[in-house]
């Protein structure tokens, strides 16, 4: 079976550096994906990784280490508009699914 | 700009009715899924397809839920009888599957209310 951990809710200020992390248990993994969902919205894709190490894209960067079972979600300089849920995703096989967390609920104060 | 379609957005309903939701995936996505998410359960997979054939249905109550793709651009789920517990956001997501399987895009789901 698959199974990840997150923390539930992280808070943070504008301007500051926030991660969120992400251990998992899978069998076959094929890499970990992040999704953003504002309230009453959809989740919509962030990052993806299949190789250990650190990803960049803009504000937002994601890790992996493939031996630790263990990533996490980094945002810089955190504006109000980033408060949202946040959620892992193992997954990416050619089959196409992918194994949710329970997400996190990012709050950032003015 | 492809986006993932769903229809209805909003629908309340009472107990024992059927209820269908439709999406039209992105053109030339080859897998589409079937989501619902509650606070209890969190985001959960119902159904998936992969060129309109069903992967894994495991997720959903086979008594009363059932899932199909038509043709590439419907793809539907039905609940019949719908009961109070059903209440929750329906989302369906497609992806371009192979390498880019992990990237999957997801509709503006449909809230269902039943009472």
């Known amino acids: 079976g698959q199974s990840l951990e997150q923390p539930s809710e992280v808070t943070a200020v504008e301007g500051a550096i926030v991660q969120i992390n992400c251990t998992y248990q899978t069998s076959g993994f094929y890499g970990l994906s992040w999704y953003q969902q504002h309230d009453g919205g959809a989740p919509t894709f962030l990052s993806y990784n299949a190789l250990d190490g650190l990803e960049e894209t803009g504000r937002f960067s994601s890790f992996l280490s493939r031996s630790d079972s263990y990533g996490y979600l980094l945002l810089q300089e955190l504006q109000m508009k980033d408060s949202a849920s946040y959620f892992c995703?193992?997954?990416?096989?050619?089959?196409?699914?992918?194994?949710f967390g329970r997400g996190t609920q990012l709050t950032v104060w003015p | 700009d492809a986006r993932v379609t769903q229809t209805p957005r909003h629908k309340v309903t009472e107990m024992g009715q059927e209820v269908t939701m439709r999406c039209q995936p992105i053109?030339?996505?080859?897998?589409v899924f079937w989501y619902r998410q509650t606070m209890m359960q969190g985001l959960e997979l119902l159904a998936y397809?992969?060129?309109?054939?069903?992967?894994?249905d495991s997720g959903m109550p086979k008594d009363r839920f059932s899932a199909e793709m038509p043709d590439a651009t419907l793809a539907t789920l039905k609940i019949q009888p719908s009961e109070p517990r059903d209440s929750a956001v329906y989302f369906c997501?497609?992806?371009?599957?192979?390498?880019?399987?992990?990237?999957?895009?997801f509709g503006p789901g449909t809230r269902l209310t039943v009472t």
């Open positions: 997501a497609s992806g371009p599957g192979g390498g880019l399987s992990y990237e999957q895009y």
């Open positions: 053109l030339g996505h080859n897998t």
């Open positions: 995703a193992v997954g990416g096989s050619t089959l196409g699914r992918l194994y």
């Open positions: 397809f992969r060129n309109r054939a069903p992967l894994d």
